[in-house]
């Protein structure tokens, strides 16, 4: 059987344009919204990005239900701007997964529904103070493992919103490590809190960086499309590495007896993680999961008369700038027309 010319013709142009993208990924050159892309890539990037921005807006409830009570006006202040800078990572990530063609409302869709992942470390309680200090040292420290290398993501819309989220993550960082240092250095029961604090998202936090390497379906194509550059445990053992020292500083020990570093493997040697909780958690069995669903929809269905009134707002100032763009073009070409015999005129 011969194939059509037509077919043969459409098969060639398919395989120069996959040509094209392998070349792009090979020389760690970005891939944008305007070039050709294989639709598994872009099926994995809304995937990630959209589960992500899902995360940075879920996770503004955690560290919400402190505003209210921060022990003082300044960390009042701190704490609102650190979860108004979540919301703005929520938002550049919506946008970056928008450019693939999804819409922002098919994402709020899915989340509502409770059809969409986001990450697991946002379904635990924050019942003291110092969580707000763990959350920023623990949590924020994994995203920024996580993210830094983001940055260097192939699709060029996602890296460079990592950018500008990790700029502010690392500052996030600091402050939760600073809420802690100042309960480390205060009374016994506040020392008390801050390990207690840091007993409970030790754990969780080496979860956030997902399935051992072994269990993890999404690594390898997406590291060999140079969106993810490096694998679930070489990161989570990169963020040990980072706490080990800043544990010390801060006079917190790790809840892991076995925790060591083995030279012989290079390596840090943990007891085993139990991952039925992260699957548990995923699954939507965590602790908080339905209560964290359930806030997000209500806040999307209280927030109605917003949207609708920007979309009003909106549609008039489109109405009015149309109006006044043909006000405009109409007396351009009245002038027009009085220039013309001046501009046209032949010299005899
Ligand atoms: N939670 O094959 P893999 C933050 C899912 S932002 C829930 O390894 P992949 C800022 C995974 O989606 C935190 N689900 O998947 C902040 C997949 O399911 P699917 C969020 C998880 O994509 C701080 C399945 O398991 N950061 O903290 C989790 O290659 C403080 C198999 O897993 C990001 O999203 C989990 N922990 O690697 C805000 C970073 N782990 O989709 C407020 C970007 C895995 O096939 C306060 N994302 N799953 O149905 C990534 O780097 C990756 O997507 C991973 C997962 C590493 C999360």
């Not at 955690?62 to 209210?68: D, L």
């Not at 924020?140 to 700029?167: E, F, H, T, W």
């Not at 997902?210 to 445990?233: C, E, V």
Request: hydrophobic share 35%.
């Amino acid at each position: 059987m011969t194939t059509p010319p037509e077919a043969a013709t459409i098969d060639l142009a398919q395989r120069e344009r996959q040509a094209e993208f392998d070349a792009l990924i090979e020389a760690d050159q970005r891939i944008e919204p305007r070039d050709w892309m294989p639709e598994a890539y872009r099926k994995t990037l809304i995937r990630q990005i959209s589960q992500h921005a899902h995360s940075e807006i879920i996770g503004m409830q955690p560290e919400g239900n402190w505003i209210t009570r921060a022990p003082s006006l300044k960390r009042k202040a701190i704490l609102m701007a650190k979860v108004q800078d979540e919301a703005g990572h929520g938002l550049y990530l919506y946008s970056a997964a928008q450019t693939l063609g999804i819409t922002r409302d098919e994402m709020t869709e899915h989340l509502i529904e409770g059809r969409a992942k986001y990450s697991s470390i946002f379904n635990y309680p924050t019942p003291t103070w110092a969580d707000m200090g763990a959350i920023g040292w623990l949590v924020d420290g994994a995203a920024i493992c996580n993210q830094v290398p983001l940055c260097r993501a192939s699709y060029g819309p996602y890296g460079r919103a990592m950018v500008r989220i990790c700029k502010e993550e690392s500052f996030h960082q600091r402050q939760g490590f600073e809420i802690l240092l100042s309960l480390m250095q205060g009374t016994p029961a506040q020392r008390k809190m801050a390990q207690d604090a840091v007993n409970r998202w030790y754990w969780p936090s080496l979860m956030m960086f997902g399935p051992p390497d072994d269990a993890s379906p999404n690594s390898a194509q997406s590291m060999a499309w140079k969106i993810k550059r490096f694998s679930n445990d070489e990161l989570r053992q990169r963020f040990i590495g980072m706490l080990v020292p800043q544990a010390e500083v801060l006079g917190v020990t790790l809840p892991d007896p076995e925790l060591r570093w083995d030279a012989s493997a290079e390596r840090w040697h943990t007891s085993e993680i139990d991952w039925s909780e992260l699957q548990e958690v995923i699954a939507g069995r965590g602790a908080m999961n339905a209560e964290r669903i359930r806030n997000r929809r209500n806040a999307h269905d209280e927030g109605a008369w917003v949207r609708e009134a920007a979309a009003e707002y909106a549609r008039k100032q489109q109405a009015r700038t149309r109006s006044s763009g043909e006000r405009r073009s109409s007396s351009e070409e009245r002038s027009d027309e009085t220039k013309r015999p001046e501009t046209t005129e032949v010299p005899s």
